[in-house]
T-cell receptor, first 113, second 117 residues
């Protein structure tokens, strides 16, 4: 069965510093990986996805993620954090049929000014 | 990206009543819609998957008689919480996809917060 793990409940970073939100996955077959962001009382917004191709995926709002097959990781990164990046971030994997999306537990990002 | 709307955004109801939540894809035809439930500070839990014109497929542990899902058209799916109780209070999020497979993106609605008194 597909699953994703987000080992950190919360990540704190100062504005202007680089940020990393960690995600590891477990799949049978090719992984289809996603990152979403959720602001309070809002639905999810798509940030980026990895289906195939380059291991470094660039997404919205300056975010990027690196797919590492050997470490089964798909960490979300941004070179310089903004206070407005503070939100709840979800890593997700789509099952091998490409049908259901399974979400990680979420990581809350706090960016301090 | 494509837009998915939900209505209402917030609803408060008395215990024992039924509540209907609508999910609409505004600018594309959604062959598949998904309903998720999110508890405070927790992840999204998939409740059911519905394909237009057919019965929904419910995840294990989700009561299909309590959470009625209808996907009558390519742009509309509804979730009805029947005989709601306080433990049904949650944030319900729908998503819509134009097709199956990893290349078909899922677009999420803004969510509906249900509070059952």
């Amino acid at each position: 069965a597909q699953s994703v793990a987000q080992p950190e409940d919360q990540v704190n970073v100062a504005e202007g510093n680089p940020l990393t939100v960690k995600c590891t996955y477990s799949v049978s077959g090719n992984p289809y990986l996603f990152w979403y962001v959720q602001y309070p009382n809002r639905g999810l917004q798509f940030l980026l996805k990895y289906i195939t191709g380059d291991n470094l995926v660039k997404g919205s709002y300056g975010f990027e993620a690196e797919f590492n097959k050997s470490q089964t990781s798909f960490h979300l990164k941004k070179p310089s954090a903004l206070v407005s990046d503070s939100a709840l971030y979800f890593c997700a994997v789509r099952d091998t049929g490409g049908f259901k999306t399974i979400f990680g537990a979420g990581t809350r990002l706090f960016v301090k000014a | 990206g494509a837009v998915v709307s939900q209505h209402p955004s917030r609803v408060i109801c008395k215990s024992g009543t039924s509540v209907k939540i609508e999910c609409r894809s505004l600018d594309f035809q959604a062959t598949t819609m998904f309903w998720y439930r999110q508890f405070p500070k927790q992840s999204l839990m998939l409740m059911a998957t519905s394909n237009e014109g057919s019965k929904a497929t419910y995840e294990q542990g989700v009561e299909k008689d309590k959470f009625l899902i209808n996907h009558a058209s390519l742009t509309l799916s509804t979730l009805t919480v029947t005989s709601a109780h306080p433990e049904d209070s949650s944030f319900y999020i729908c998503s819509a996809s134009a097709g199956r497979g990893p290349y078909n993106e899922q677009f999420f609605g803004p969510g509906t917060r249900l509070t059952v008194l």
